[in-house]
């Protein structure tokens, strides 16, 4: 792609990925046809759906609906090849457990963003009852002839996977579960609505204290997938680097309050509609420090976008990421584009450059690989950015989108590259 113009117009966002793929591995505790709408057309939502059928669920996908049949289970194993693939693929452990009592998941692995454990998953789920042992690079999970026991469950860290492998699990378990220091981010209110509306019973959605009370069984549902609020946050960046003005619809901005407060400390100029936002700016942009948060504190998935706005910034800026321990990958490949930035462990220094220059990069991970494709909108000539499989991971028809916006951006045929036309 090729910096220059200034994005303007209005792009709709799809459903948010990270409920999406909770919410199908969620349909496999329910014995029945579930329908899903506002599903993104996304890689990883295909790799969850090769999941689903690996199991025995039987999945029909239409436009941006899906229709998951898992009337009848016939495999309890998720399998390496998938899980590797896809580290969400773990999010099937609870509600395998819950239906079937038993479950066999490869062991997730590292990424490139950190080294993705899931030992608060592990003991949490013992907590319930569970016996696990781990083998040959996966968890062998059984439940006791009891069956799963409600408990109450502490978390370390409000983990996002953690929570919802136990809130899915607790929904089945017999007598009261109580999840504490729970992770409130909106993809997983939008999985406990969804189990609420299928027969479940839950308190404290949205608050880091949910109480379960175990039910005998789930009926099948309809469920509308929550608006992609880092989506959302991703072309909200891409208007604010570029002046705007860009208007995005199709999420909550209440998801992004603190998203929205640092875009407008930058010298942004934003209106703020309950499924809309519209930014724009005029004057330069403010270097202002983020820290990243479980929410509702910053999201460590606008990390890598915000560093991109932060390397033409005036000022120095701090970015500190606190969820992942390996989140700076893609700052090297900035680099290449002439940022100016200084790793220091968990703290990331940015001092703001008069511009970048567009060079051949490579994506590293997908919020990565979309934040160099924002800093190529704004950069010196042409930028061409390699690995974008990683982009399509979790950003449906980025490209088109981006162009409808005025952006100098194309894919390369057959290739995973995207590049510009200067
Ligand atoms: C989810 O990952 C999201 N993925 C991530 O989005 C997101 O960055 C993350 O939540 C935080 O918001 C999906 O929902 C599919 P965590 P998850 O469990 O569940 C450590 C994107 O770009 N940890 O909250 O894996 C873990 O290593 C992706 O869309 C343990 O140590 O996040 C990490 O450092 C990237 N032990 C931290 O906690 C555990 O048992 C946060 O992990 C679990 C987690």
């Known amino acids: 792609m090729c910096g220059g113009p200034r994005l303007t117009g209005?792009?709709?966002v799809e459903g948010a990925k990270n409920s999406a793929l909770k919410l199908m591995a969620a349909s496999l505790m329910i014995p029945g046809s579930t329908r899903l709408t506002n599903v993104p057309q996304i890689s990883d939502v295909d790799v969850m759906a090769e999941v689903l059928v690996r199991l025995g669920a039987r999945v029909v996908r239409s436009d941006h609906e899906l229709h998951i049949d898992a009337s009848t289970l016939t495999s309890h194993e998720a399998p390496y090849e998938l899980v590797a693939k896809m580290r969400a693929s773990t999010a099937v452990l609870g509600p395998l457990l819950a239906r079937l009592g038993v479950a066999r998941v490869a062991l997730p692995g590292g990424c490139n963003i950190g080294s993705r454990k899931i030992d608060m998953h592990i003991h949490g789920l013992e907590t319930l009852g569970v016996?696990?042992?781990?083998?040959?690079?996966?968890?062998?999970a059984r439940v006791p002839e009891s069956g799963l026991t409600g408990a109450h469950v502490t978390l370390d860290f409000?983990?996002?996977?953690?929570?919802?492998?136990?809130?899915m699990a607790a929904v089945l378990a017999r007598g009261?579960?109580?999840?504490?220091?729970?992770?409130?981010?909106p993809e997983i209110g939008d999985l406990a609505h969804f189990l609420v509306a299928a027969g479940a019973r839950v308190d404290g959605i949205g608050t880091s204290v949910v109480t379960v009370e175990g039910v005998e069984r789930l009926e099948p549902v309809e469920h509308r997938v929550i608006g992609d609020r880092i989506e959302a946050g991703t072309f909200l960046v891409a208007g604010a680097l570029t002046g705007g003005p860009v208007t995005v619809t199709g999420f909550g901005s209440s998801h992004l309050d603190i998203v929205l407060r640092k875009l407008a400390d930058m010298g942004c100029d934003l209106e703020v509609g309950e499924d809309r936002v519209t930014v724009r700016r005029d004057g330069p942009l403010r270097?202002?420090?983020?820290?990243?948060?479980?929410?509702?504190?910053?999201?460590?998935?606008?990390?890598?976008?915000?560093?991109?706005?932060?390397?033409?910034?005036?000022?120095g800026?701090?970015?500190?990421?606190?969820?992942f321990e390996n989140r700076f990958m893609f700052a090297g490949e900035l680099a290449r584009m002439g940022a100016d930035i200084r790793i220091e462990g968990?703290?990331?220094?940015?001092?703001?450059v008069k511009a970048l220059s567009g060079a051949p990069v490579r994506s590293t991970d997908l919020r990565g690989g979309a934040a160099l494709v924002l800093a190529g909108l704004v950069a010196q000539g042409e930028t061409v950015v390699g690995d974008i499989e990683h982009i399509d991971r979790g950003y449906e028809r980025f490209v088109e989108k981006l162009s409808s916006l005025g952006a100098s951006v194309s894919r390369?045929?057959?290739?995973?590259?995207?590049?510009?036309?200067?």
């Open 131 to 140: 016996e696990m042992e781990l083998e040959h690079g996966y968890i062998a």
């Open 176 to 185: 009261t579960t109580v999840i504490e220091n729970a992770a409130r981010e």
């Open 158 to 167: 409000p983990s996002v996977g953690a929570t919802e492998n136990l809130l």
């Open 317 to 323: 800026a701090i970015i500190t990421e606190n969820v």
């Open 346 to 352: 968990h703290h990331a220094l940015v001092k703001g």
């Open 412 to 422: 390369r045929a057959n290739v995973s590259d995207f590049d510009g036309i200067c």
């Open 10 to 12: 209005e792009v709709a």
């Open 287 to 315: 270097a202002v420090d983020i820290q990243t948060l479980p929410y509702p504190g910053f999201p460590t998935d606008m990390q890598a976008q915000f560093m991109a706005l932060l390397a033409i910034a005036d000022g």
